[in-house]
């Protein structure tokens, strides 16, 4: 079992790493990035004012798109001080993108434990309903999850406006810098719709674990309905919410470039979408660190959940 989820793990680890390291380098495939650049020099050296003359066409540059994949590998492994293309010349890329990745996992980190706890308390005062209030409540969260994520944002936004102006009472500070009231907007934002898919699939979890048989013979041996929804369904349950939580971790990471240009926050996507379209080395490189951690969590869980599912059957 070992060996064989080991060489699971080691599989995707390096389909998806050549996958990022692929995707990276696309540009220089379709486009001539190496005039671009030279422009990009002339007009910050002054010797062009105007680009109105040039146009540039799609093409198909296998050779050039090679050379830069294996120019990203020598970069990512070089022991240089690693450097990257801004207005006005070269700049070092840390702590640059260290400052922008730190500010945009520590927004996503906490927003994705906000959303775990709102999920399960909505979850389990869900449960304690009739199964007849279970099915409007699940009808109110399929509207609202089907409303598009901009349009989530901006209402929190015209929201706080709103209170504001009737109330003058300013719940939250919609400018952005590193005030305690400008970040926690930002994170309840973007821990809303995770909440909303981690309530769906923790109480279709739950309504299915009622159905299981340990749960009527917990109920003939005289267990209240409180014990077994906090300790028996919800163990199972949480299990089950994992299978489905890569999802919602990469709908957060989709969510979190709307949430950085809405606020205007200098953040991993930010940066991305600034310096990313003549720097690919950087969004090679900011993927492998979004990657890497996110890779090592989710298979270190997956372990631990294969072993407990292993020992349960067990002993069964």
Same mark, same amino acid.
């Given at each position: 079992m070992f060996k064989s989820f080991i060489w699971r793990s080691a599989v995707q680890f390096l389909l998806t790493s050549l996958g990022i390291l692929l995707i990276?380098?696309?540009?220089?495939?379709?486009?001539?990035?190496? %005039?671009? $650049?030279?422009?990009? &020099?002339?007009?910050?050296?002054?010797? @062009?004012?105007?680009? +109105?003359?040039?146009?540039? /066409?799609?093409?198909?540059?296998?050779?050039?798109?090679?050379?830069?994949?294996?120019?990203?590998?020598?970069?990512?492994?070089?022991? %240089?001080? $690693?450097?990257?293309? &801004?207005?006005?010349?070269?700049?070092? @890329?840390?702590?640059? +993108?260290?400052?922008?990745? /730190?500010?945009?996992?520590?927004?996503?980190?906490?927003?994705?434990?906000?959303?775990?706890?709102?999920?399960?308390?909505?979850?389990?005062?869900?449960?304690?309903?009739?199964?007849?209030?279970?099915?409007?409540?699940?009808?109110?969260?399929?509207?609202?999850e089907s409303l598009p994520d901009i349009f989530v944002i901006l209402l929190a936004q015209i929201g706080v406006i709103w209170v504001y102006k009737q109330t003058d009472l300013l719940l939250f500070n919609l400018a952005s810098g590193f005030d305690e009231k400008a970040i926690v907007l930002p994170i309840l934002i973007l821990s809303l719709l995770p909440s909303v898919y981690i309530y769906k699939y923790l109480l279709l979890s739950f309504e299915e674990e009622e159905s299981q048989l340990y749960v009527e013979l917990a109920r003939g041996k005289g267990l209240d309905r409180y014990t077994i929804l906090l300790v028996h369904m919800f163990r199972n349950a949480m299990v089950s919410l994992f299978n489905h939580f890569k999802g919602v971790f990469l709908f957060a990471l989709a969510n979190l470039l709307m949430l950085e240009i809405i606020f205007d926050m200098n953040?991993?996507?930010?940066?991305?979408?600034?310096?990313?379209?003549?720097?690919?080395?950087?969004?090679?490189?900011?993927?492998?660190?979004?990657?890497?951690?996110?890779?090592?969590?989710?298979?270190?869980?997956?372990?631990?959940?294969?072993?407990?599912?292993?020992?349960?059957?067990?002993?069964?």
């Open positions: 990276g380098s696309l540009p220089y495939l379709f486009f001539n990035m190496k %005039q671009q $650049l030279e422009i990009l &020099a002339m007009i910050d050296e002054g010797t @062009l004012s105007n680009t +109105l003359f040039l146009y540039d /066409s799609i093409v198909f540059n296998v050779e050039a798109y090679i050379n830069q994949i294996g120019q990203t590998v020598k970069m990512v492994f070089n022991d %240089q001080t $690693l450097q990257y293309y &801004a207005r006005g010349g070269s700049l070092p @890329l840390f702590p640059d +993108l260290w400052k922008a990745y /730190s500010l945009s996992m520590s927004y996503l980190l906490a927003s994705l434990i906000i959303s775990m706890l709102i999920g399960i308390v909505m979850t389990m005062m869900t449960m304690v309903f009739p199964k007849r209030i279970r099915g409007y409540l699940k009808g109110f969260f399929f509207i609202f953040g991993l996507m930010m940066f991305i979408y600034k310096n990313g379209v003549v720097n690919t080395e950087i969004v090679t490189l900011a993927l492998y660190m979004i990657f890497l951690p996110a890779f090592i969590l989710f298979t270190t869980f997956e372990w631990l959940i294969e072993r407990w599912t292993a020992r349960q059957e067990g002993a069964q």
